[in-house]
């Protein structure tokens, strides 16, 4: 009995220790398989951590990146200076508050280290007072556009076309600041998404003040954007309403100009189909000259009064102007507004014309020549060789410009007036008085009928074609013959008729015969100044400074 219960306890005992070296066993096993697992899993993080590494390594160096691009961005600095300036301005304020409560007796190191900080504040402000301002403003509140200006007249449409060009460039830079404003959030965004993955790489709450503040000037810069898109469409629309309106008033006024330039072409091309009919139809070279100079002037008229009806839309104002200052202007621009006057008599008076010989005098001083042209203002005369250079101005060809109000003040003669081109010229000679002056008269005068007879006719001609236009009762042009007693001798004037423009050629041929005829004559002799000096002989001549008598010298 007691043996058996021995075997019993022996083999409890043995199940027991094999139970228990079976479950050391299994335990080892399992520990074993825990090593091995526990061992690859820390491989695994291990590879993980190392991607995690290279990752935010990756993030780092983009971050840099776009920090560097965002200190570039306009927008973005003037938005963190406009922050700056915010944050002193409250710090200022802070601690204006704080100066406000403190006792200067009690309290006076602390009053003057807040009375400097305050004072440091207020010069960093006034250094940031240029982002006072919202930085968004010009996109939010843009400044208002300029209405299209008036184009009234063609002398209008440069203003207009600058007016365009300066829209468009307006809503081009609105919109580039738009487009500038996107690529900032862009960044910001991608720069947010960065900091928030490297959060999730290290954990916690690393960098989380960082990433509020991208959020916060995110929302803030979108916000921004949004009503900047919407003003930006507003603001579009006024452009392109003003650029409409500018352009329409453009078009107006070309083809205003267009119709203003078919008018002055047609004048032109009527100007010119005048000149060809007077050219076909006048033969005088002068009258076409005056004809050629009306046409001008008519055109000058004419074109005048297109540009001035045209461009001025008013032209009642301009009149009433005109009127008014007509006086003054009239006063201090006489000899001006004289002159034309004189031109347009001139002109339309037939009293000169270009080509006729006049001569003119002024102070006291003569000048015979052609006229070259006549101006709005003068005439201008070339000086020939005559008479008058001869005797008086010992010099000839100079250009003479005579104001043409001169007509209306001096002696203005015209040797060549309207179809007569002769005038009356003379020539004296004087003969002793024992010359047999009635064939010395006879002699002069046949000569001087022999070379002018030819323009003796020509000018009997001429009077009678003038009749039409004057009383002419006396046109008797045969030549003349005068006789005067002189101190000298007698004096013998014959007259003849000779061309305007040649009065010496004829003088000199007719005087050149004339001596020789009269030294050919026994008894006509030539006179001139002369004295008879007769003295007695063996007459005592008085001293110097005694009278002489007399009967001494005659």
């Known amino acids: ?22 479950e050391t066993v299994e335990n080892f096993d399992q ?12 491989d695994h993080e ?22 560097q691009d965002l200190k570039k961005d306009i927008w973005y600095t003037k938005y963190n200076n406009h922050q700056i300036y915010i944050d002193i301005e409250n710090e200022l304020n802070e601690i204006e508050d704080q100066i406000k409560k403190i006792d200067p007796k009690k309290e006076a190191d602390k009053l003057l280290e807040l009375t400097r900080q305050d004072k440091a504040l207020q010069n960093q402000l006034e250094l940031l007072s240029d982002f006072k301002a919202p930085p968004f403003e010009s996109l939010t509140k843009p400044k208002e556009l300029e209405s299209a200006p008036p184009i009234e007249n063609p002398f209008n449409i440069f203003n207009g076309f600058t007016y365009l060009k300066t829209m468009k460039k307006k809503k081009e830079s609105f919109n580039r600041d738009l487009l500038s404003l996107k690529a900032l959030i862009s960044k910001l965004t991608e720069k947010e998404h960065h900091s928030k993955r490297l959060n999730q790489i290290y954990g916690g709450d690393y960098n989380l003040n960082r990433i509020e503040k991208l959020e916060y000037e995110l929302d803030e810069i979108i916000s921004t954007h949004d009503i900047a898109g919407k003003t930006f469409k507003l603001y579009a629309k006024k452009v392109d309403d003003n650029a409409l309106k500018a352009t329409t008033d453009i078009k107006a006024q070309m083809k205003r100009l267009f119709n203003i330039a078919i008018i002055i072409l047609v004048i032109l091309l009527l100007s010119f189909l005048f000149k060809y009919l007077a050219k076909k139809t006048i033969s ?43 006086a003054g202007v009239a006063f201090a621009m006489k000899d001006l507004f004289m002159s034309v006057l004189g031109w347009i008599v001139v002109v339309f008076g037939g009293s000169f014309h270009v080509g006729d010989r006049v001569r003119v005098m002024k102070n006291g001083l003569e000048y015979v020549g052609d006229i070259v042209d006549i101006s709005l203002l003068r005439m201008t005369i070339l000086e020939d060789v005559t008479l008058t250079t001869l005797n008086h101005n010992r010099r000839a060809g100079r250009i003479i410009f005579i104001p043409n109000n001169y007509i209306f003040t001096d002696l203005l003669a015209n040797y060549t007036h309207g179809k007569l081109k002769t005038v009356w010229d003379g020539v004296d000679f004087m003969i002793t008085y024992d010359s047999n002056y009635k064939k010395a008269l006879h002699l002069s005068k046949e000569i001087v009928k022999k070379y002018s007879k030819g323009y003796t006719d020509i000018s009997r001609k001429q009077l009678n074609m003038l009749r039409s236009q004057y009383s002419l009762k006396n046109i008797n042009v045969e030549p003349r013959a005068y006789t005067f007693m002189e101190e000298h001798g007698i004096k013998i004037s014959c007259w003849y008729m000779t061309n305007s423009y040649a009065t010496l050629t004829l003088r000199s041929n007719i005087f050149a015969n004339i001596i020789d005829a009269i030294n050919a004559e ?32 005659l």
């Open 1 to 22: 009995m007691k043996k058996n219960l021995l075997y019993l306890l022996i083999f409890l005992f043995s199940t027991s220790l094999y139970a228990d070296i079976n």
């Open 522 to 553: 026994d008894d006509i002799k030539i006179a001139y100044p002369t004295q008879i000096v007769n003295i007695k002989r063996d007459q005592h001549l008085p001293d110097k400074g005694e009278d002489i008598n007399e009967e001494g010298v």
């Open 284 to 326: 005088d070279n002068e009258r076409y000259y005056m004809a050629n100079k009306g046409i001008n002037f008519t055109n000058f008229i004419l074109i005048l009064l297109v540009l001035l009806f045209s461009f001025l839309e008013n032209v009642s104002h301009i009149v009433t102007v005109l009127g008014f200052a007509s």
């Open 31 to 42: 520990v074993k398989a825990n090593t091995t697992i526990e061992r690859k899993l820390t």
């Open 46 to 67: 291990q590879k993980r951590a190392q991607k995690l590494k290279e990752e935010a390594t990756e993030i780092n160096e983009k971050l840099q990146q776009i920090d």
